[in-house]
């Protein structure tokens, strides 16, 4: 049989009130009858109604998470730090993929925000803060994480994109690379354009001529990696470097030469950008621009619920720095895993 608040309220000889009190953590309940009350849940094994103590307290104690996919080692870390941050504060997530498509973005904003969460975390590149106030209420509570936003009304916590793929950029210039291609992001991409950015004001600043048959466009995936290195190989001037807007494109690019016998760094030096856990695994080692990927979970989570107490005012936006981690597929000595930090 279940175990209702009335056989607890029972059995503690306190009223139904106070119970629901207690377990509501309201400080107007007395040490001694809050002991003995939760004695009596414990001893009965008592399950709060999860719905009904909703309607009680307005809080669900769940974050929704909207992400434009959670295939691949960046979202998996990502989502490690969301749980991480939110089950140290007491919260659950649910966590929606919206595979960047704008209508599922929208939809699921609709879904999340009735009352059946108590925050949302949003990351996509093609969503701006004027389209999401149109469809969330005033009292809503959201937090951007790598999005554009352009309102003034939305938390937002980012990685320093441009000085990432600058200072990368910048590291393979001085190995004595000047013919460096790039495999980019989707052009609509957010983190891809400021990404870019910095590779073209790294060969700016070096005075390198920009050579538009190098800027081969890709999506982020390994296969457009591999494809896109497939093109580079077809060109009559071949690249000395190639750095790519991300590690899964590295890595698919890197999968492309082994196939073409080509040696990387010999023939080829690679960069990419992320630094997810498999880099330094691969052969050769990936150098790669660190991102915080873990803590910028954690930081949007510490941004979402402390919105509102003065400690993250609206519309302030967190930027997490980005680092270059040396490896061997720049031409870096083996064992040379020191990091460069960004601007």
């Known amino acids: 049989m279940t175990v209702g608040i009335k056989e607890v309220a029972r059995k503690a000889n306190v009223s139904i009130a106070t119970v629901s009190r207690v377990l ?13 009350v939760m004695a009596i849940v414990g001893e009965l094994n ?7 103590r909703a309607l009680v307290t307005h809080k669900t104690n769940l974050l929704g998470v909207i992400l434009p996919d959670v295939h691949s080692e960046f979202f998996s870390e990502l989502i490690r730090g969301i749980d991480h941050a939110a089950r140290e504060r007491s919260y659950h997530i649910i966590v929606s993929s919206t595979h960047s498509n704008k209508k599922e973005i929208e939809s ?12 949302l975390i949003v990351m996509s590149p093609h969503i701006s803060a004027d389209g999401v106030l149109k469809r969330l209420s005033p009292r809503s509570k959201l937090v951007f994480v790598n999005s554009y936003t352009n309102g003034g009304k939305f938390v937002s916590v980012a990685i320093d994109n441009f000085n990432g793929a600058y200072r990368m950029v910048d590291h393979l210039i001085g190995h004595g690379y000047e013919k460096i291609a790039i495999i980019k992001g989707e052009e609509s991409n957010f983190d891809a354009q400021e990404r870019f950015n910095g590779y073209l004001q790294a060969l700016k600043k070096h005075r390198i001529r920009r050579i538009s048959e ?58 990419g950008f992320d630094d997810i856990p498999s880099a330094q695994y691969v052969l050769p080692s990936l150098t790669s621009v660190h991102v915080p990927i873990y803590e910028l979970g954690t930081a949007a989570v510490e941004s979402l619920l402390d919105e ?36």
């Open 24 to 36: 509501n953590g309201s400080a107007s309940v007395t040490q001694e009858t809050k002991e003995r």
């Open 46 to 52: 008592y399950m709060p109604h999860a719905i009904g």
């Open 108 to 119: 699921m904003l609709g879904v999340m925000q009735g009352g059946h969460v108590d925050g």
């Open 214 to 271: 190098l800027e081969i466009n890709g999506n982020f995936t390994e296969e457009s990696g591999y494809d896109g290195m497939m093109k580079i190989l077809k060109l009559k001037t071949k690249p000395t470097a190639l750095f790519c807007a991300n590690d899964s494109m590295a890595l698919g690019a890197l999968r492309a030469m082994h196939e073409k016998d080509i040696i990387v760094p010999g023939e080829i030096a690679l960069a």
């Open 308 to 343: 509102g107490k003065g400690d993250a005012p609206g519309g302030r936006k967190k930027i997490l720095n980005t680092s270059v981690v040396k490896r061997e597929s720049c031409g870096c000595p083996p064992g040379t895993r020191e990091r460069v930090k960004g601007i």
